[in-house]
């Protein structure tokens, strides 16, 4: 255990070693690494904080429930009952065809224009609150309303809300895809950088072959270098995107002044900035992996 403890650090001593001596070649591996990580967490900020402030701004879906002209006061009290009891629905409001007929007459002055009406053409209507903000949650319990006893029409005036989730399911399938597009391009990048450091160390390796050198040995601190490079470039990218944030901040708190709002654009949480680093350390190990794979196997058949 001792040996295979110091196997790994003195292979870890040499990979810093050779980083250190190529220090420029080093950080502009990380930077190149970090920018290409930065881009998809830049779009997973904006889809993110976008899905949470359509939660806080629509949090509440208001759907308005219009009954039939002839309702009776029984089907009202019945209605009151079932809005009461239904543990989906907030809060509700009710009111009623002749409120809002002398709301409408003195709200847009058309008094002389109903005074005219021989009835009440507005019907009773209630307005309710749901607990759920889900799309599909509004749907399911406004197909139910529109089921009851003396409901005319159930409208809902979220449609906006489904657009934009909509929208928003849209940019985490471009994350995905841009995600995958920009890893396999890390995966090249950093395959070609470990290819070049063993070209450079041939003579070496095939010495260290010829005297017993084991391919596990020989790969080490290739995966090591990869490994580093990842972790180099996945802090890279969160402190680019760190920057980016406070610097887009300054313009949206500006704007949500004006809404007198306190909106401001929030780091990833600690699942997406682990996910952000450990997946730059798993590209790097993996770069490197296939990369001293295909160059040992090549100079097994020189």
Request: hydrophobic share 45%; proline share 4%.
């Amino acid at each position: 255990m001792r040996d295979w403890l110091n196997q790994h650090r003195q292979a870890l001593q040499q990979v810093l070693a050779r980083m250190w001596k190529a220090r420029l070649a080093t950080l502009m591996m990380c930077s190149v690494m970090g920018v290409t990580l930065c881009l998809p967490g830049i779009l997973y900020v904006i889809v993110d904080n976008l899905n949470r402030l359509a939660g806080d701004v629509q949090n509440e879906p208001k759907i308005s429930l219009f009954l039939k002209l002839d309702t009776t006061p029984e089907t009202i009290k019945e209605l009151e009952k079932r809005l009461s009891t239904n543990p989906a629905i907030k809060s509700y409001r009710f009111v009623s065809k002749d409120s809002a007929w002398q709301e409408l007459r003195q709200n847009t002055g058309l008094g002389d224009v109903t005074g005219g009406l021989e009835q009440n053409p507005l019907p009773d209507a209630y307005f309710v609150q749901s607990n759920e903000s889900e799309p599909a949650a509004v749907d399911s319990l406004l197909r139910q309303m529109q089921q009851w006893p003396g409901v005319e029409h159930a409208l809902v005036d979220a449609n906006w809300v489904k657009r934009l989730y909509a929208l928003l399911a849209l940019g985490n399938k471009a994350i995905l895809v841009l995600a995958g597009l920009l890893g396999f391009a890390l995966l090249a990048i950093i395959g070609n950088t470990i290819r070049l450091q063993i070209l450079t160390q041939r003579e070496e390796i095939e010495v260290s072959k010829l005297i017993g050198a084991t391919d596990r040995f020989i790969r080490r601190p290739f995966l090591y270098a990869g490994t580093l490079y990842g972790l180099g470039g996945g802090l890279t990218a969160w402190l680019m995107l760190a920057s980016a944030i406070w610097l887009f901040n300054l313009s949206v708190a500006e704007l949500a002044e004006l809404y007198a709002s306190s909106f401001r654009l929030g780091m990833p949480d600690t699942p997406a900035t682990l996910a952000i680093i450990g997946g730059a350390v798993g590209l790097g190990w993996l770069g490197a992996y296939w990369a001293v794979n295909r160059s040992l196997s090549q100079l097994e058949i020189a």
